[in-house]
């Protein structure tokens, strides 16, 4: 194994001023790391910039083009963030939200991420500045551990570091960057990788646990598909590397095939099982809900194609892995592909799509294979097979192919995933392998094997662009200008293939400091280029500042509200007042709700309710009132209304007036009050997972919350164990004696408590394993007396 050394803190240290210089506004200015200008466009806090410390016009500047996806980031991100650190800093586990679709569960949303280490950032710093500082970080180890692996395996250190640049600054990671879960996930498969393959050169049979670490951040960093992928992709890397020794003879067939699953099962099974103990108490209760949410049906792995057929893009579509904006550009505003940008975004650069292009070729003309593979370090020519195969996979998988149709028929779970162009995660983390090794065997490589090799690989991505270019454009050619909005873009891309083609040709004449600088700086320049301007940035002050309108709510801090909105949209700005989870962000209780799960019951009950679809067409995982039904409203315990428009003086009291209006129902249902009996219930929500009632229970009766039943909640009447029930069809009832006078509710699911002791268990025995083999590697070490 290679030891650091200062050169290789070099290289770590231009992956910290990368990151420094992709986000300099967050560096230099001190801005947030979100599109806090799309909040700043909600009602109603775009009526006049209210509570801003400046005019909200100075702050916001020119509105930025609506991206729905990023969009998220202030929308579900910011307030989860906002909720976890405020419950935590108040004493108390977040395991419930009461804010959003009359309570919901929080930690089993899974991108909620409360127990993914790096997210105490956001606990420990204000939370609008912990976007940033998280995403420099993840920047940073995206670059650092792609070089570990690569120099694990022999390649020099420039093209160890053009390798880890690649990575880090990918259009993929780049697109992502700003959902923060995604990116925390992707960065620790190189890692994982590379703890892998030492685990495979020593033995034992805990040889395998530091590769437990990186598995458990993938599936506690908080992005279930991207945390199948990285899996994935782990899986069929141990698969492919058979672990060390396992191909040593033995007698029979038997005993050689138990010795390499023993092998296999150190070096890989037991790091994965230890990793899935460890994250139970976030996986248990995202799967409890699963089986509970409006995603629910079918088994989670059993394999199905339907969803990607129905929803992968057609192969003309991949002209963005060589030509990014072909397309446009979401940053300015004419982007007119088949999805949102980040779902099929896979650059890397011209340079490693050349680097690959002529590994693949290498390895396939027999006259530059023997050169090629003799410049390889020893074993590389195995890792680029792989990486290549990888690479081909993920592409097949994220465009319609007949080898992706199969791969989601035989590989468990993958169907269920939905936006099948996210698995280019793969594509990217292959390529920027490939470009390590590629730039290493080239600096290698005699002179005369170069321009050959070159000319095939430069004709061979230059022509398959070509054809994609023409088959894109015969594809969309009532789409408007095609021409003009993709000449730019196929421009950049000659310019760049010229460039870094003659970079690589002369690199055999050129000292291998100067050739490698050159090309450090035609894949920076490319990269950073292109990943300019998609990460908008804004003042901290226009996150969610003090407002009259939620200023008036709050002084009735238990009632419920219903925000009325008009339209929702995927393409251009909603016209929307208090969208959902701002209620988490300000601390107000909201009928309305987005997220990725949420209970089936509550959805298909307001369904009823309504008489018609409550999630808008362009958005599933929400649940947007667009009138005011008084019945509705009384059953769901809701008080206020906040809308844009007038109401009837009928049902309604107006209590607030503007461009945002706030009304107060007319004789609303209180959110708790005894059933069947005489009394009087006053609510008290002291925490997020507890609720008390004040009762003055005058015969034997119910209680009834209209809160969201869910598994988990239990009850307590004056000391005593209740039963807690469905009451209502989705809300929770309580049965309370004659003389009742005190009910309390806490909600502790066994999901998360059986999970929580299982991290535990996985935590104390990682520990107790990990210290004990560190002391028996000491003693190995130690000399002989």
């Known amino acids: 194994m290679r030891r650091p050394s200062l050169r290789d803190a070099g290289a770590y240290a231009c992956f910290l001023l990368l990151a420094c210089a992709l986000l300099w506004p967050v560096v230099l200015r001190g801005e947030a790391l979100l599109p806090l200008q799309y909040a700043a466009s909600f009602y109603p806090w775009k009526q006049a910039g209210e509570g801003l410390p400046q005019p909200a016009e100075r702050l916001i500047g020119a509105l930025p ?117 995604a990116v925390n996930v992707a960065v620790w498969l190189p890692l994982a990788l590379h703890l892998y393959e030492r685990s495979r050169a020593e033995g034992g049979a805990l040889r395998g646990l530091p590769t437990t670490i990186p598995l458990a951040m993938m599936l506690l960093a908080g992005h279930p598909q991207f945390a199948f992928y990285a899996l994935l992709g782990f899986a ?144 590389g020519a195995r890792h680029v097979a792989f990486f290549l195969g990888l690479a081909l996979v993920a592409m097949a998988g994220s465009f319609r192919t007949p080898l992706g149709d199969l791969l989601y028929q035989i590989v468990p779970g993958l169907g269920r995933l939905g936006s099948p ?73 000659c310019a760049l293939l010229v460039l870094a083609g003659g970079v690589l040709a002369g690199s055999g004449r050129l000292p291998r400091a100067t050739a490698g600088a050159l090309l450090l700086l035609v894949l920076g320049g490319d990269l950073l280029a292109n990943a300019w301007g998609q990460n908008p940035t804004a003042p901290a002050a226009l996150a969610y500042p003090p407002n009259p309108v939620v200023t008036a709510l709050k002084q009735d801090p238990e009632a419920r509200f219903l925000a009325i909105t008009p339209r929702w949209s995927l393409g251009e700005y909603p016209t929307t007042v208090l969208p959902p989870n701002t209620a988490t962000a300000v601390g107000l209780h909201d009928v309305n709700g987005y997220d990725s799960l949420y209970g089936i019951a509550y959805k298909s009950f307001l369904n009823r309710l309504a008489g018609k679809e409550t999630s808008p067409a362009a958005n599933g995982n929400m649940i947007l009132f667009e009138s005011a039904d008084p019945e509705v409203l009384r059953a769901l315990g809701c008080r206020y209304v906040v809308t844009l428009g007038p109401l009837g003086e009928e049902h309604f009291e107006q209590v607030a007036s503007g461009v945002v209006n706030v009304y107060r129902l007319r004789g609303a249902c209180p959110r708790a009050f005894l059933d069947g009996a005489p009394g009087k219930a006053t609510l008290s929500t002291p925490a997020p997972t507890r609720v008390t009632v004040s009762l003055d229970a005058q015969a034997a009766g119910q209680v009834v919350l209209l809160e969201s039943y869910f598994p988990g909640w239990r009850a307590w009447v004056d000391g005593r164990p209740a039963p807690v029930q469905p009451a209502r069809e989705v809300f929770r009832g309580v049965p309370v004696p004659s003389g009742a006078r005190r009910l309390e509710l ?40």
């Open 65 to 181: 083009p609506w991206n729905s996806l990023l969009a998220d980031s202030v929308l579900q991100y910011l307030p989860w963030r906002h909720f976890t650190r405020e419950s935590l800093h108040a004493g108390y586990l977040p395991l419930w939200n009461p804010h959003q679709f009359c309570g919901t569960p929080f930690v089993a949303n899974y991108q909620s991420a409360l127990f993914y280490p790096f997210n105490a950032l956001f606990w420990l710093l204000p939370v609008v500045y912990a976007f940033g500082v998280s995403a420099i970080l993840h920047l940073f180890l995206a670059g650092a551990f792609v070089y570990l692996y690569l120099r694990g395996r022999g390649v020099d250190r420039g093209p160890a570091l053009l390798g880890g640049i690649t990575f880090e600054l990918s259009g993929f990671v780049v697109a992502w960057l700003e959902l923060p879960t």
């Open 236 to 379: 069929l890397y141990a698969l492919c590397h058979a672990p060390a020794g396992s191909e040593s003879t033995g007698s029979g067939l038997l005993p050689r095939a138990g010795r390499r699953l023993w092998a296999l099962l150190a070096c890989a099974g037991v790091p994965l099982a230890l990793a899935s103990l460890i994250a139970a108490a976030q996986v248990l209760p995202m799967l409890e809900l699963s089986r509970l949410s409006h995603r629910a049906g079918g088994s989670l792995l059993s394999p199905d194609a339907s969803g990607y057929r129905n929803q992968a893009l057609p192969l003309w579509s991949a002209v963005v892995l060589a030509l990014p904006d072909f397309f446009g550009n979401p940053a300015r505003g004419d982007f007119w592909g088949p999805a949102n940008r980040a779902e099929f975004v896979g650059y890397v650069g011209v340079l490693p799509l050349l680097l690959a292009a002529l590994a693949a070729v290498s390895l396939l003309v027999p006259s530059l294979r023997r050169p090629w593979l003799a410049a390889l370090p020893a074993g």
């Open 421 to 493: 162009g996210r698995m280019l995660y793969l594509f990217t983390v292959a390529l920027a392998m490939l470009a390590g090794f590629g730039a290493h065997a080239l600096a290698r490589m005699p002179v005369r094997g170069k321009p050959l090799a070159l000319a095939v690989a430069v004709v061979g991505v230059g022509g398959m662009s070509a054809w994609l270019i023409a088959s894109s454009m015969a594809a969309a050619l009532g789409a408007g200008d095609v021409l003009g909005a993709t000449a730019g873009a196929t421009f950049h891309f």
């Open 746 to 785: 806490r909600y502790a699911p066994m999901s998360f408590r059986f999970g929580l002791f299982l991290a535990l268990l996985g935590v104390s025995f990682l520990t107790g394993a990990g210290i004990a083999r560190a002391s028996e590697k000491k003693g190995a070490l130690s000399p002989a007396e």
